[in-house]
Each structure stands twice: as structure tokens, then as C-alpha cells.
């Protein structure tokens, strides 16, 4: 990725963790190589992807409990997402960023955002299970708690920062 490129996607992260469950159109599918380097430890469930990673942003490789951002392509369990670093009242800043692939933005579990950066509420709907979002909810108690970005297939994505409130919609 070129530095303008990388500046780009940057930029387009940024809007999306703005305006939490807004959809944002992506120029590459691997948006998190605009923040990774050397300073920054990850963890990712693929070799390929951690491999890449490695290469070309010289980011440290780390488990799951000590990476400060997690690239998965498969929904993690509760253990595992009670596992990550999620912060303290005093250093809230060294939580974990999630980038979580899914199939399709726009089918399947039908959520609603309210919180900073949302007017009202926001309706979303994505190919995860209710229980992720029930856990989701359960461990983030802002300011400490998981920030999420949910990529999909089609290089679509939404963020859902740890400031937000995700209810499962139970229409």
C-alpha cells in the first residue's frame, strides 16, 4: 500500500469509527495496514495474513491476550473475546481493536446502535451470531472495552467503537 493509499484508508477508519454503523466503502481489504508498524503488536488466525503482516509493516506477532489489534476471519467465542485486552479505568487507551471479517454487511443478525457519533439510533444488520453482540455488550463498560471494525466481502465496513450501545434487535 502506498503512503497515499494508506493515508486514504486511514481516513476512511476514521469516519467510520465517527459515525458508528454507518457503511464505509473500502479501497483495499486490509484497511488495518494503515495503522499497523513496528510499535504495534497484532494477532491474526491465518498464517498467510500474519505473515504478510509481518512483512510489511513490521508489526510484532502476539497472542491473542497482549495484541492490540486482532485481524479474524472466523467470530470468536466469549472466551476468547473476554481474553483481550480491554483497558483500565486509568489507561482505557490500551484496549484492543478488532477487525472481524464476515461474509455480508446487510444480512443476517439485525443490530441497534446508539451511543456518540449516532443520531438516534442505528440499525445494522450483519452476518454474526446474537450471542457475539450480547457478549460484546457485557464486556464493554466505556471507557474500557472493545473498539470493533466489521469488514465484509464486497470491502464494505462499519465500526463499533466500546462508546456505543449495541442491543440485539428483536423485531
Same mark, same amino acid.
Given at each position: 500500500?502506498?503512503?497515499?493509499?494508506?493515508? &486514504?484508508?486511514?481516513? @476512511?477508519?476514521?469516519?467510520?469509527?465517527?459515525?458508528?454503523?454507518?457503511?464505509?466503502?473500502?479501497?483495499? #481489504? @486490509?484497511?488495518?495496514?494503515?495503522?499497523?508498524?513496528? =510499535? +504495534? %503488536?497484532?494477532? +491474526?488466525?491465518? /498464517? &498467510?495474513?500474519?505473515?504478510?503482516?509481518? @512483512?510489511?509493516?513490521?508489526?510484532?506477532?502476539?497472542?491473542?491476550?497482549?495484541?492490540?489489534?486482532?485481524?479474524?476471519?472466523?467470530?470468536?467465542?466469549?472466551?476468547? $473475546?473476554?481474553? $483481550?485486552?480491554?483497558?483500565?479505568? /486509568?489507561?482505557?487507551? /490500551?484496549?484492543?481493536?478488532?477487525?472481524?471479517?464476515?461474509? %455480508?454487511?446487510?444480512?443476517?443478525?439485525?443490530?441497534?446502535? @446508539?451511543?456518540?457519533?449516532?443520531?438516534?439510533?442505528?440499525?445494522?444488520?450483519? +452476518?454474526? #451470531?446474537?450471542?457475539?453482540?450480547?457478549?460484546?455488550? &457485557?464486556?464493554?463498560?466505556?471507557?474500557?472495552?472493545?473498539?470493533?471494525?466489521?469488514? =465484509?466481502?464486497?470491502?464494505?465496513?462499519?465500526?463499533?467503537?466500546?462508546?456505543? &450501545?449495541?442491543?440485539?434487535? =428483536?423485531?
Amino acid at each position: 500500500m502506498d503512503p497515499f493509499t494508506s493515508a &486514504e484508508e486511514f481516513r @476512511r477508519l476514521l469516519y467510520a469509527v465517527s459515525y458508528p454503523g454507518e457503511v464505509v466503502t473500502l479501497g483495499t #481489504s @486490509r484497511p488495518y495496514l494503515s495503522i499497523l508498524n513496528k =510499535d +504495534t %503488536k497484532f494477532y +491474526t488466525d491465518r /498464517e &498467510e495474513e500474519k505473515e504478510f503482516i509481518e @512483512r510489511y509493516t513490521g508489526a510484532v506477532f502476539a497472542n491473542i491476550e497482549d495484541a492490540d489489534y486482532l485481524i479474524l476471519h472466523k467470530e470468536p467465542d466469549r472466551d476468547t $473475546m473476554i481474553s $483481550m485486552k480491554r483497558g483500565d479505568i /486509568e489507561f482505557p487507551e /490500551e484496549s484492543a481493536t478488532i477487525f472481524l471479517k464476515i461474509s %455480508k454487511i446487510g444480512e443476517g443478525t439485525k443490530i441497534l446502535i @446508539r451511543g456518540p457519533g449516532v443520531r438516534d439510533y442505528k440499525v445494522v444488520s450483519l +452476518t454474526l #451470531s446474537k450471542r457475539f453482540f450480547e457478549v460484546l455488550q &457485557e464486556i464493554n463498560d466505556f471507557p474500557v472495552g472493545l473498539d470493533v471494525f466489521i469488514m =465484509d466481502k464486497s470491502r464494505r465496513l462499519i465500526a463499533i467503537p466500546r462508546s456505543v &450501545e449495541v442491543t440485539v434487535w =428483536d423485531s
